[in-house]
């Protein structure tokens, strides 16, 4: 299994470099104090994590924390219920 994954994390490195390579061409980024030219596939790449990042981020905060606020209080009444039980 771990072999695998090994596998598959270098077959993917493998493949964003050259997808890095073959997109190599630089693109201007203006933003309004400062300018930056980065590689198209570095810049695709960036775009792609930050794009990651924030759904993930989005998904923990719309989801699981209130899901995680709901076992905790579902935990809470089930002791509760356990104590009362018992005399």
Not at 28 to 49: E, I, M
Not at 51 to 68: F, I
């Amino acid at each position: 299994m771990r072999l695998g994954l090994i596998l598959l994390l270098l077959l993917f490195a493998v493949a964003g470099a050259v997808f890095g390579a073959l997109n190599g061409e630089h693109v201007a980024f203006d933003f309004y104090f400062a300018s930056v030219q980065w590689p198209k596939g570095a810049a695709l790449l960036v775009a792609l994590t930050l794009g990651w990042l924030c759904g993930g981020l989005l998904v923990y905060g719309a989801l699981v924390l209130r899901l995680r606020r709901r076992v905790r209080a579902l935990t809470r009444e089930l002791a509760r219920r356990g104590s009362a039980d018992q005399p």
